[in-house]
């Protein structure tokens, strides 16, 4: 029946409800204010289970955002996509230039990096891919943005520069304001973090990893990625907005609307509600 499909969009599910609050106390040791959210963590615990904007599922699909970045800020933004959809294609088609990535398109954290023909160890990549497809993202934590994206696989070029991992800059922006940037470094190996003004003055704090103490200059297009990260932002009140600089030319990576699922350490601890104010 429609009206049940549009009251179960509306409404968190009772198992969210529970499943939100839980992996939040699993964080801090207490439930969150609901009613009232003080803190930047509950509010986003209130968006998993009370915001219904329909734009946030197609946002939050790597293969569809492509569209919306592109019409937005132009193709050059834009990593191609070599090739998507829901199983790897014939081990003859899957012909695509060394180095790529492998990932889905339905969460974070799936990801793989071929970087070497070593790297091409198809029956491992296949079983890998066939639990990514069958894992229902979001779940676990009352994430409502992930249950409607249909899954696929997604080839894109790797952009990292000698290999490694570009720097990744996540603007939070809010209610079309970039007001800061988070900077991640070593993520695949001692991964340390930055936050920064958009003047990029250096915050005295830190979410979840390590502070980074050695200077990250300012990127040369941070003016640019800042525009980006404002248009893209498009009315909401909150977003992430991940951004790359490859030799000089900001490159889009992912929208993001739960940070680390309503479970973002800080550190101190007070910068919770100093950041939450700006929500």
Same mark, same amino acid.
């Given at each position: 029946m429609?009206w049940?499909a549009?009251l179960?969009?509306?409404f *968190?599910?009772?198992?969210d409800?529970h499943?939100?609050?839980a992996?939040?106390?699993?964080?801090?040791g207490?439930?969150?204010?609901?009613?009232?959210?003080?803190?930047?963590?509950?509010?986003v615990?209130?968006?998993?289970?009370?915001?219904? #904007?329909?734009?946030?599922?197609?946002?939050? &699909?790597?293969?569809l955002?492509k569209?919306f970045?592109?019409?937005?800020?132009g193709s050059?933004?834009?990593?191609?996509?070599?090739?998507?959809?829901?199983?790897?294609?014939p081990?003859?088609?899957?012909?695509? *230039?060394?180095?790529?990535?492998?990932?889905?398109?339905?969460?974070s +954290? @799936?990801?793989?990096?071929?970087?070497?023909? &070593? &790297?091409?160890?198809?029956?491992?990549?296949?079983?890998?891919?066939?639990?990514?497809? +069958?894992?229902?993202?979001?779940?676990?934590a +009352?994430?409502?943005?992930?249950?409607s994206?249909?899954?696929?696989?997604?080839?894109?070029?790797f952009?990292?520069?000698?290999l490694?991992?570009?720097?990744?800059y996540?603007?939070?922006?809010?209610?079309g304001?970039?007001?800061?940037?988070q900077? #991640?470094?070593?993520?695949e190996?001692n991964h340390t973090?930055?936050?920064?003004d958009?003047?990029w003055?250096k @915050?005295p704090?830190t979410?979840?990893?390590?502070?980074?103490?050695?200077?990250i200059?300012r990127?040369?297009?941070?003016?640019?990625?800042?525009?980006?990260a404002e248009?893209?932002?498009? +009315? @909401?009140?909150f977003?992430?907005?991940d951004?790359?600089e490859i030799?000089?030319?900001?490159?889009?990576g992912?929208?993001?609307?739960?940070?680390?699922?309503?479970?973002?350490?800080?550190?101190?601890?007070?910068y919770?509600?100093?950041?939450?104010?700006?929500?």
């Open positions: 429609r049940k549009v179960a969009n509306a *968190p599910r009772i198992r409800i499943r939100a609050r992996h939040y106390r699993g964080a801090f207490r439930n969150p204010r609901f009613f009232f959210p003080k803190t930047f963590n509950e509010k615990h209130r968006r998993k289970l009370l915001d219904r #904007d329909p734009r946030l599922p197609v946002r939050a &699909d790597k293969v955002v569209q970045v592109e019409d937005k800020l050059e933004w834009v990593v191609p996509t070599l090739w998507h959809g829901p199983i790897l294609p081990l003859k088609q899957r012909n695509w *230039p060394v180095p790529f990535v492998l990932k889905a398109n339905h969460g +954290g @799936m990801n793989m990096f071929i970087r070497s023909p &070593d &790297d091409l160890d198809w029956p491992k990549i296949e079983h890998i891919c066939r639990e990514w497809m +069958g894992f229902v993202f979001g779940e676990h +009352g994430e409502w943005a992930y249950f994206i249909k899954p696929q696989l997604l080839v894109e070029p952009i990292g520069e000698r490694a991992l570009p720097v990744d996540k603007f939070l922006v809010f209610h304001t970039a007001e800061f940037v900077v #991640d470094i070593g993520r190996h973090r930055a936050i920064f958009r003047e003055l @915050m704090f979410t979840t990893f390590p502070m980074e103490t050695a200077n200059e990127p040369a297009s941070l003016s640019q990625m800042i525009d980006a248009k893209l932002s498009d +009315g @909401m009140s977003v992430r907005v951004l790359y030799n000089g030319q900001p490159r889009f992912e929208l993001t609307f739960y940070p680390a699922s309503a479970a973002e350490i800080f550190d101190p601890p007070e919770d509600r100093f950041v939450g104010s700006y929500w």
